[in-house]
């Protein structure tokens, strides 16, 4: 795998725009296992090494977003796992504010506790703005920023 972010080409770059945005109206509409079906398309069409390009970091959190608010906390942890490993995706504030709350949901609070204050620390409260209050709220127990 090469240490630089790959881009795709046009042509599959646009087809995979167009699943992601077929994904992202499903979404809309809370059928979000339509979405994560969609949001698969787009993955499918991203070569191997998956973890060398760009898209996969958007694609896989696309995909971690509908799972997680469709309640597939278990698929969302695997996606948002996997976008860690992709360009961009350590840092990347939302990654962080899901997998933070992905893992509290399932109880690992140490964990959980690391991501969200990473997520607050690049982003700040309003990446909290239209999530429940209890991430913030537990973020704060954890570290006074």
Not at 76 to 95: H, K, Q, S, V
């Amino acid at each position: 795998m090469s240490s630089t972010p790959q881009e795709l080409p046009p042509s599959i770059y646009e087809v995979i725009k167009e699943h992601c945005a077929a994904g992202d109206e499903l979404a809309e509409s809370s059928r979000f296992e339509d979405a994560v079906a969609e949001y698969q398309k787009a993955w499918e069409l991203i070569p191997e090494p998956r973890t060398a390009w760009n898209a996969s970091t958007w694609v896989l959190g696309a995909v971690a977003d509908a799972c997680f608010l469709g309640g597939y906390k278990t698929s969302a942890r695997e996606a948002l796992e996997y976008a860690m490993a992709c360009p961009g995706g350590i840092g990347n504030p939302f990654l962080h504010m899901r997998l933070g709350q992905v893992l509290f949901d399932a109880g690992d609070l140490d964990s959980s506790a690391d991501e969200l204050i990473r997520a607050y620390m690049v982003a700040g409260s309003d990446i909290f703005r239209n999530e429940d209050e209890r991430y913030l709220t537990f973020r704060g127990t954890r570290a006074q920023l």
